[in-house]
């Protein structure tokens, strides 16, 4: 199983049960990479650097999509400003569509009142979650970001045994616990023979507005410390920025000049296999 890439279609193995779990491949779509996007907790901002790297790849000229699996404290609609109900018929979804051309699918988007909490157990969250991929008509695309829930639990379980992701991104934050948590992280995705692409340490810094010195308020990075730790690229470190939070509670997440994270879409841009097609 060390060699599993998740994707059942091709393989040899007799291995029944697992290929039982994999979710129908989405209707008249083609998608060439997925990418998820986890954390052994929550609070450390998955969901933005989810948009960030959608947003960037896109501003590159791919087609992208975000399957946001956060099912209880969805973001990604708020972020990108998209309050366009999801369109379907019986069988098909159609998700919805950023101004740059980013297909959202998310629970808020399907929720009348988008504040109305979804009261949901496990069980009932992983099956939705399996709807929002393979149910949905995601089109071409060169990458599928699954934003995912926080932790290790149930539904981060059903997503790696549903959708063939081709790997993660494990997104920390720089307090003296996050290379347990981290650890969390990497144990879930070794056990699930699940690839992951490196390390990216969130909140690591702030420009001083006065002398433009950066100033770590959670203290030094342990980017390097924890990624060589666990055998993990070191990605990069993103910066606390007032005014990206504004942006984003503006629903203008695509209006942020995202250059700054180009060193992570290059790892992912290299990662795995580029012309893998789900048909």
């Known amino acids: 199983m060390s060699s599993c890439d998740h994707n059942c279609d091709n393989c040899k193995s007799s291995c029944d049960k697992n290929k039982s779990l994999l979710a129908k491949a989405p209707k008249d779509s083609k998608i060439k990479k997925i990418i998820g996007v986890v954390s052994g907790k929550g609070g450390v901002g998955k969901s933005m650097v989810t948009s960030l790297l959608a947003t960037e790849l896109q501003k590159e000229g791919y087609k992208v999509g975000i399957l946001d699996s956060d099912i209880t404290g969805p973001s990604i609609p708020k972020a990108f400003g998209v309050t366009e109900s999801i369109k379907g018929n019986e069988d098909t979804m159609y998700p919805s569509i950023s101004q740059s051309g980013i297909k959202i699918m998310s629970i ?19 099956g939705a979650i399996k709807q929002f991929y393979s149910d949905t008509c995601w089109g071409d695309l060169d990458y599928l970001f699954v934003d995912m829930p926080p932790g290790t639990g149930d539904v981060a ?18 307090q003296d616990l996050v290379k347990m948590i981290v650890g969390k992280a990497v144990s879930m995705c070794d056990q699930m023979n699940i690839k992951i692409v ?10 001083c507005p006065c002398c433009n010195e950066k100033v770590y308020p959670f203290g030094p990075s342990k980017l390097e410390e924890v990624a060589f730790s666990f055998d993990m690229l070191p990605l990069q470190s993103l910066p606390i ?5 504004k942006l984003v509670d503006l629903g203008k997440i695509e209006s942020i000049d995202t250059s700054f994270i180009k060193p992570t879409v290059e790892a992912v841009k290299k990662f795995g296999k580029l012309n893998r097609d789900l048909v």
Do not use: C, H, K
């Open 108 to 126: 808020n988007l399907l929720l009348q009142d988008p504040t109305t909490p979804v009261l949901w157990r496990g069980p009932v969250i992983g």
């Open 157 to 174: 379980l059903t997503v790696f045994q549903s959708i063939p992701v081709d790997g993660v991104i494990i997104v920390s934050t720089p």
């Open 198 to 207: 490196g390390l990216v340490e969130n909140m690591s810094y702030m420009n």
């Open 241 to 245: 920025n007032p005014d990206y939070a």
